[in-house]
C-alpha cells in the first residue's frame, strides 16, 4: 500500500464511520462507502483492489483470535451441541435449497452444489462486528450466531475437498488426492492444537520475564500470524487457526494483555477490510444488470432468513432471538470468495457466473447493516431477554473487583475474597510473582496495569471497585490517576507507603487508603508493649488511642501538607495533645478509648 492509498484510506474512514454512526448506521457500513468512495468506481485512490482485500483479510483473522482468547475450552465444549449441530444443519440445509434453485435456474449439476455450498457461508467479520457494536455477542441470539459461524469456519475444509471431487479431471486419483488433502487438514489442526497446547504459555513466560513489552507485543503478533500461516498452507481459513490458538490461551494468565496489544491492530485492518468489500463492488456490472442482480441478492437474503428462523425456532431459541438471528446471519461470506474463485480454477464455474455471484454475495453484505437497523426500529423494545443457556453461566467473565498488583499486601485480601466466593481479576506484571501467585490456584493475569487497552480487556467499566496494589509510589498515583480520568464509576481502595503518599492519593480521589506497614507496625507495639507486663487489654487500649488521635492527624495534615510551617506546627501540636491525652489518663482500656472522641 503506498503513502497516498494509506491517506485515502485513513481520511475516507475518519469522514465516513462517524458520519454514518451519527445516523444509527454502523460503522461497518460507513467502512463499505468509504470503500465504494475512494474505489475504482468512485476517486480510484486503489490500483489493486485485490491485493488490499487479500491483504486485510488478516484483520478477520485478529478478529477471531480476540474471540478464542474470550471463549474458554470448557465453554468451548458445553457449545458442541450448537455448533455440531446447529451449524450443521445450517450449512446442509441452506446448501441444499440454494444448489436446488441454481440448478432450477439453469446451472449444471456440479455448478449448482458449488454455488449451494458457497452461498450457505455467512460473513464472519460483518456479523461479528454488528453483534459487538450492539453488545449481543453474549446473548442467547449472539451465542447461537456465532456456534453457525464457527462451523462454517470448519465446513470450509471439506468444501474445498469436494470441489476437488468434483473437478471435471477427477477420478479414483482425484478422490485419493481429495482424502489426502483432508487428512492433511485433520493433521495441521491437531499440530496446531498439541504446539500451542505445550509450545505457546512456556514462550510467552519468557518473553513476559526478559522480553520487554515489545518482544511480548511481538510475541503475540508471531502467535496469530504463525496459527493463520499454519492454516494457509494447507488452504484452510486463517481465521480458524487464530480462533485456535485464542481458544488456547484463553485459560493463561496473559489472556488480557494478548487481547490489550491484538486489538489496535485488528480494529484497524477490520476496517480496511470492510473498506476493500466495498472498493470490489463491480458497480458496472450492477448497473448493467440492476434487476437480475437485486432480485438474487433478494431471494438469498429471503431464503437463508427463513431457514435461520425455522432452524432457531426448533433448536429453542424464543421468537425474538430466532428473528434476531434471521435478521444478523442470512449475508453472502468472504469464504464464498474464495470458493467461487476455486471453482472457476478447476472448471466447475463460469467467469461471467462467479462476477455474478461476487457481486451477488457484496450486495447482500451492504444490505446487513441495513435490515438489522430496520428490524431494531420495527420491532423496538421486543429484545432477546430469554434465559441465558447454559454456556452463559460457567462461570463469570466480568468479577466486580480488580486487583491491581498482587503481591504479599494484595494476597492476603485475596484470599478472603476467595473463600467468601467473591469473584475477582487480578493484574500484575511482575512475571515471577504472577507464577507464585497463580500456582496457588489465584485467578491473576500477565499484564501493565497501567495499559487502558488492558483495563478495557479486563472489563474494568464493569466492575465496581478497584484494589490498588503496585508497588511503587509513582506507578500507584498513575493508577489510580488513569483510573479516575477513564472509569470515574470506580471505587478505588488504595495501599500507602507512608503518610506523604496517602495524601497524594486522597489529592487524586481514592476513596479509602491503608498505609501498608501500619496495622502490622500497631499490632507489634500491642505485643512490645504486654511484654514489658501491660495487661492485654491496657496494650490494646494504648495503641487503639494511638490509632483514633493519628489518624485524625492524617486528616489534619492533609489541609496543610503544602504549607510546611503549618504543617510542622499541626505536627507538634498533635504530639503534645496526645502526651495530655496519656498523662491526663495513664492507663485507657481498648473499650474506653475506642468509644472517645
Known sequence: MTLTELFAFLAATCVAVPLFRMFG???????????IAIGPYGLGAFEDVDSVLHASEFGVVLLLFIIGLE???????????????????????????????????????????????????????????????????????????????????????????????LAPEAGAAGAAGGAGTVMLKLGAIIALIVGGRYLLRPAFRLAAAVGGHEVFTAAALATVVGAALLMYLVDISMALGAFIAGVLLADSEFRHQLEAEIEPFKGLLLGLFFVAVGMSAELSLLAAEPLLILSLAAALLAIKGAILFGLGRASGLPLPAARDMAFVLPQGGEFAFVIFAAAVAKGLLADQ???????????????????????????????????????????????????????????????????????????????????????????????DVNDLGLLRAAKADKAELVIVAVDGVEPSLKVVRNLKTHYPHLKIFARARDRHHAHQLEDLGADWIIRETYGSSLEMATAVLESLGDAPDRARGTVARFRQHDEALLAEEHAVVHDESRHIQTVEEAQRELEALFAADPCPSADAAATQD
Do not use: C
Open 353 to 447: 457466473v462467479a462476477d455474478l455471484l461476487i457481486l451477488v454475495v457484496t450486495m447482500t453484505m451492504v444490505a446487513t447493516p441495513l435490515l438489522v437497523l430496520a428490524k431494531e426500529r420495527v420491532f423496538k423494545g421486543q429484545q432477546d431477554r430469554a434465559a441465558q443457556p447454559e454456556f452463559d453461566t460457567i462461570d463469570d467473565d466480568e468479577p466486580k473487583i480488580i486487583i491491581a498488583g498482587i503481591g504479599r499486601f494484595a494476597q492476603i485480601i485475596a484470599r478472603i475474597l476467595h473463600v467468601r466466593g467473591i469473584p475477582f481479576t487480578a493484574l500484575e506484571s511482575d512475571m515471577d510473582q504472577l507464577e507464585i501467585v497463580r500456582k496457588f490456584g489465584n485467578r491473576a493475569y500477565f499484564g
Open 71 to 165: 471463549l474458554k475450552p470448557s465453554r468451548l465444549w458445553v457449545m458442541r451441541r450448537a455448533v455440531f449441530g446447529l451449524g450443521t444443519a445450517q450449512v446442509m440445509i441452506t446448501a441444499t435449497a440454494l444448489a436446488v434453485l441454481a440448478w432450477l435456474l439453469g446451472q449444471g449439476l456440479s455448478a449448482a452444489i458449488v454455488i449451494g455450498l458457497g452461498l450457505a457461508l455467512s460473513s464472519t467479520a460483518f456479523v461479528l462486528q454488528i453483534l459487538a457494536e450492539r453488545k449481543a455477542l453474549t446473548s442467547q441470539y449472539g451465542r447461537s450466531t456465532f456456534a453457525i459461524l464457527l462451523f462454517q469456519d470448519l465446513a470450509v475444509i471439506p468444501i474445498l475437498a469436494v470441489l476437488a471431487l
Open 25 to 35: 448506521f454502523g460503522s461497518v457500513l460507513g467502512y463499505m462507502a468509504a470503500g
